[in-house]
């Protein structure tokens, strides 16, 4: 998208990753709901579509030991599965500053924990874009040979989360934005954003479909201060609704833990 530019790709088109707070576990010190988890279950549970399929509202399981799905419903069930790069989601632990949830209504912040520190981390989308299915599979065989902290492991660990044989939502937790001065309707918007997704993602969908065909796939992002929620079809996005992100407490309190 922002990096590496394609013709496929419009100009217009930006994101920003969501903060430490939002994407990993446990950051936020004393605030037990910091787990991105949390709100991606009141988001599947506000969905019209995921309530008629599941036929009641969606829990988190008793025993998460037990290889449950992260949101069990009468009639069906979920896993969530992040979609970010395992050196990216350490460098936003890293080197994002400290949050500590002293006691109601009082939020400390400190330095990040390697001030000094550098990491390689990789952006997924186009680790993804420059691979093809025929890439992905053959990396797959010569996995024992790949080197620790470096893109070939990063991609790695996703595609071991693409083979979890269940109905999986994987999320992007990315926000999309245009340009100040560029004017597009919402249909208009997101057009652009899944022909960006789709070119970047294709042999990731590819391979989804390769491995777990009988499973069902879907996508979340931001755009425009809502959850766009995306099934995966012929290796294609196709839009189910949008949701706000207002609409979700536990997004909006993990988001105003932020420096002003």
């Not at 549970?45 to 008629?52: E, I, M, Q, T, V």
């Not at 874009?129 to 990396?139: A, G, I, K, V």
């Not at 809502?226 to 290796?235: A, N």
């Amino acid at each position: 998208m922002c990096e590496g530019l394609d013709p496929n790709i419009d100009s217009r088109l930006n994101f920003k990753q969501l903060p430490a707070a939002l994407i990993n576990k446990g950051y936020i010190k004393n605030e037990s709901g910091c787990n991105y988890e949390n709100y991606l279950l009141e988001l599947i549970n506000k969905s019209s579509y995921f309530r008629s399929k599941g036929k009641s509202e969606y829990n988190k399981p008793v025993n998460e030991n037990n290889g449950q799905c992260d949101a069990i419903a009468n009639d069906y069930e979920l896993d969530f599965k992040i979609l970010l790069a395992a050196s990216c989601l350490q460098a936003s632990n890293l080197f994002s500053p400290s949050i500590s949830n002293v006691s109601d209504g009082i939020t400390t912040y400190g330095e990040c924990k390697k001030p000094k520190g550098e990491i390689k981390a990789t952006q997924i989308h186009v680790a993804f874009r420059t691979r093809n299915l025929s890439d992905l599979l053959q990396l797959k065989i010569d996995y024992t040979g790949v080197r620790k902290q470096c893109i070939e492991t990063d991609v790695l660990k996703v595609l071991n989360n693409l083979e979890t044989l269940k109905n999986l939502l994987l999320y992007f937790p990315v926000e999309f934005l245009f340009g100040e001065n560029d004017v597009l309707s919402k249909s208009e918007a997101l057009e652009k954003i899944m022909q960006a997704l789709n070119y970047d993602f294709e042999s990731l969908f590819e391979y989804r479909n390769y491995i777990a065909e009988k499973f069902d796939t879907y996508f979340v992002t931001i755009y425009s201060e809502s959850f766009y929620l995306f099934k995966i079809e012929k290796e294609q996005l196709k839009h189910i609704e949008d949701i706000r992100l207002e609409d979700l407490p536990t997004f909006i309190k993990l988001r105003n833990y932020r420096l002003f």
